[in-house]
T-cell receptor, first 112, second 115 residues
Framework: EADIYQTPRYLVIGTGKKITLECSQT?????MYWYQQDPGMELHLIHY???????EKGDLSSESTVSRIRTEHFPLTLESARPSHTSQYLC???????????FGNGTRLTVT | AQSVSQHNHHVILSEAASLELGCNYS??????LFWYVQYPGQHLQLLLK??????LVKGIKGFEAEFIKSKFSFNLRKPSVQWSDTAEYFC?????????????FGKGTHLIIQP
């Protein structure tokens, strides 16, 4: 059972809406990550954080933003959703650089 | 930059068949290697990992993988698959000492086991 929680599990919204995808972990991990995954494609890192007040952009350019005000919480925000944002978003955390990632169940976002 | 190639996007096997999923990576330095699995409706989870030492590593549920440095490969194997092994399997690599911010995933292999 995952110790990292993502909400909502599914989301369908209209173009132009602002949305926040929630991610929380109870393991006290400093490192947290957001990945974007399309069917049949590899996971692409879009944001990561090394700890409170630390946020960095990943390999894949994304119009989303993240914040890390508390260790356990790493929300992702889209200010104005577009159909091109339709995808699955996976949140993950790890204890340190060489530890495996713990993933949440993901949020499947559809923008109409 | 590193890259990961998984040769088979879809694999269909019967129960008790042997399994080998290919994974090749490109990177000139020392690497950490991972296989992650995602069962239907569940989150991605670690199947096994290789950091150093014995190149044959064993993971959960009877899976193993062999790191062959000369071939830049980290193929996943299981002698006899079960219906419950139906899942998506992802190979991943990062540079030794690098964190998950440097983790590169393959496109995944969708494995279906027929009863």
């Amino acid at each position: 059972e995952a110790d990292i929680y993502q909400t909502p599990r599914y989301l369908v919204i209209g173009t132009g809406k602002k949305i926040t995808l929630e991610c929380s972990q109870t393991m006290g991990h400093d490192k947290m990550y957001w990945y974007q995954q399309d069917p049949g494609m590899e996971l692409h890192l879009i944001h990561y954080s090394y700890g409170v007040n630390s946020t960095e952009k990943g390999d894949l350019s994304s119009e989303s933003t993240v914040s890390r005000i508390r260790t356990e919480h790493f929300p992702l925000t889209l200010e104005s959703a577009r159909p091109s944002h339709t995808s699955q978003y996976l949140c993950a955390s790890s204890r340190d650089y060489n530890s495996p990632l713990h993933f949440g169940n993901g949020t499947r976002l559809t923008v109409t | 930059a590193q890259s990961v190639s998984q040769h088979n996007h879809h694999v269909i096997l019967s129960e008790a068949a042997s399994l080998e999923l290919g994974c090749n990576y490109s990177y000139g330095g020392t690497v950490n290697l991972f296989w992650y699995v995602q069962y239907p409706g569940q989150h991605l989870q670690l199947l096994l990992k290789y950091f150093s030492g014995d190149p044959l590593v064993k993971g959960i549920k009877g899976f193993e993988a062999e790191f062959i440095k000369s071939k830049f490969s980290f193929n996943l194997r299981k002698p006899s698959v079960q219906w419950s092994d139906t899942a998506e399997y992802f190979c991943a690599v990062n540079a030794r000492g690098g964190g998950a911010d440097g983790l590169t995933f393959g496109k995944g292999t969708h494995l279906i086991i027929q009863p």
